[in-house]
């Protein structure tokens, strides 16, 4: 992990030295920012994630660049945390003058950012993690979108799932803020319209060293659901509840998958903890996807990895729709790229999508991780996969119906 930390550190760095001239007033090529959790809870689940839009960055210069130029890629550290992304975003936005975002990953880091300088900038964000509902609601001039379906369908997913178990009750643990209250609230809903029942339901704070006083609020039942993050307050709380002996069965959502989560625990003790994330749908679009992102050393299948990949190649296909490297008509480009009517493009086909946008062809962008039809506040439907815990890994078991 230690090393991985220092080879990102080393290359969001070098990524903010390449600079091109101020997005607004270059005549060819365009630069977007990525703001992310580089650091704080979900370090560990962001490189694969920044990973998908730099391979993105890659095929577009590999296949002619953008607007006659060459696409860039500038970082920032939103850390998971609002005040350091608006700083995060000040910075990509005011200062290198980014034409727009893809970001950031946390929803509260989102809302931050985008409160911060992308109001005031007319800069179009997406995001291909922040799932919480809040976003929907968020006031943004048509600005904000996202390429993973919000946790008011993740809620209802994981509901069905843990009812279709004959889970009868659960026990719910969520970290304070937006993601966490969001998820738990749409689970609780859809739970007890289901039938179950909601034995405690218990808000935690990110950060401490001890969850037991929590746990011990949450005994009423013995199926234990956190709503958290792998490398933070996820990690912790469940350690200290394998510990506890209190609970048999354990479940997470999406934040909660990732390798960390299980350091220092016993894996036999946490065999068939369940879990569920934003997937992919089989077909031409996710196959072609995933061969050349494995054909590139990426973790394919990472949480996120698709729909940052999607953010991406949704960013450059909109400005180069839009003429120019100006941020001005750009969420109208981005709506006219990724739906119908048009001919369909594939991850990877840059070429043909510029062909097809120079002779005046409409265009349709069909995701890695599925159609990608925003809804009036920037949402797409997306579906949501089960995981569970085999043999000290995560494995996907299939989509949620």
Known sequence: MLNLKNTLALAVAVSTLVVAAPAIAQDTGATIGFIGGFTGPIESLTPPIFAGAELVVKQVNEQ??????????????????????????DKVINSDNVTA???????????????GSGLSGNVVFISPASSAPTLTTLEDNDLVYRTTPSDALQGVKLADLLLSKGLKDIAITYVNNDYGKGFADALSAAYT?????????????????????????????????VLAYANASGNTILRQAVESGNFTTYVGGDGMVGDDLLSGIDAAAVEGLIATRAGAPEGAATTT???????????????????????????????????????????????????????????????????????????????AGGALDFDAAGDVDGIIVELAVEGGKFVEKGLIK
């Open 64 to 89: 002619g660049g953008i607007l006659g130029g060459e696409l860039k890629l500038i970082s920032a550290d939103g850390a998971c945390d609002a005040t350091a992304a608006a700083a995060a975003a």
């Open 193 to 225: 319209a289901g039938g179950g029942t909601i034995a405690a339901n218990v808000a935690h704070e990110e950060g401490k060293a001890d969850y037991r006083a929590e746990l011990g609020n949450l005994t009423a039942s013995q199926n234990l659901v």
């Open 289 to 367: 996807y995933t061969d050349l992102a494995t054909a590139a050393g990426l973790e394919a299948t990472a949480t996120y990895a698709p729909q940052a990949y999607d953010a991406a190649f949704l960013l450059a296909l909109a400005i180069e729709k839009n003429g120019s490297a100006s941020r001005d008509g750009l969420s109208a480009a981005l709506r006219d790229v990724s739906s119908a009517p048009g001919e369909k493009i594939l991850p990877g086909e840059w070429t043909k999508a510029v062909e097809l946008i120079k002779a005046g062809t409409d265009i349709d962008y069909e995701g």
């Open 101 to 115: 975002v893809v970001g950031a990953l946390c929803t509260g880091e989102t809302i931050g950012a985008f409160n």
